[in-house]
Nanobody, 126 residues
Framework: QVQLVESGGGLVQAGGSLRLSCAASGRTFSGYAMGWFRQAPGKEREFVSG????????CYADSVKGRFTICRDNAKNTVYLQMNSVKPEDTAVYYC???????????????????WGKGTLVTVSS
């Protein structure tokens, strides 16, 4: 089992920045690709960003490309999502998730991740 706990959510003005963290515990963090997802009120959960185990490969949804940056610190078992130039449409609950294997599995499995956190709420005011 891998437990994932997100933090860093809150209220931010449009154009501002926020950094989300996802701390992993339990089984080894090793070998897991990580992803960030979000779910806005009344909408389905959507993929935001993913990162390979080594951190060398990243991918982003078009809606956040150029504004969000994902990175990880394997020594701290933590994944981060730096959110810059946020927009009201970024308002959502943000979830961290883990999948054993390569980053490609995130898409190949249709986002069927192995472990999920409980989420952290990000609210962007206009």
């Amino acid at each position: 089992q891998v437990q994932l706990v997100e933090s860093g959510g809150g209220l931010v003005q449009a154009g501002g920045s926020l950094r989300l963290s996802c701390a992993a515990s339990g089984r080894t963090f090793s070998g897991y690709a990580m992803g960030w997802f979000r779910q806005a009120p009344g909408k389905e959960r959507e993929f935001v960003s993913g990162i390979s185990w080594s951190g060398g490969i990243t991918c982003y949804a078009d809606s956040v490309k150029g504004r969000f940056t994902i990175c990880r610190d394997n020594a701290k078992n933590t994944v981060y999502l730096q959110m810059n130039s946020v927009k009201p449409e970024d308002t959502a609950v943000y979830y961290c998730a883990a999948i054993l294997g390569t980053i490609e599995r995130i898409v190949r499995t249709n986002y069927d991740m192995d472990y999920w956190g409980k989420g952290t709420l990000v609210t962007v005011s206009s």
